[in-house]
């Protein structure tokens, strides 16, 4: 019984090398969008299109808004307001549906 189960084990660790790789030299990756300021989340629309949200970049502190990160030690971290969402049509194209504003 035991020699079965690693005589199966094998095969299939066989059978997965072989064909795996043809698999993956198969995948080609193409870049839809670049030059996007920290993308967090994304979802897709009926018609394929993309929408991103971007965190942007920290401020720089002259504003005030800086807290010490507990987590980074008491480094501080900025606020910004460069935060953004993104429309990424099929084509590649990109369109700024809303960007943060300073108040």
């Known amino acids: 019984m035991k020699f079965k189960s690693i005589a199966l084990a094998l095969f299939t660790v066989s059978i997965a090398s072989i064909f795996g790789t043809t698999a993956a030299q198969a995948a080609s990756l193409s870049v839809l969008a670049d030059g996007l300021d920290n993308p967090r ?57 809303f960007q943060t504003l300073r108040p």
């Open 41 to 97: 989340n994304f979802d897709f629309d009926s018609e394929g299109n993309i929408y991103l949200t971007t965190s942007g970049r920290g401020g720089d502190g002259t504003d005030g808004r800086c807290v010490p990160s507990p987590s980074s030690q008491f480094i501080p971290l900025c606020a910004g307001s460069t935060g953004s969402l993104l429309k990424i049509g099929t084509d590649g194209s990109k369109k700024q549906l």
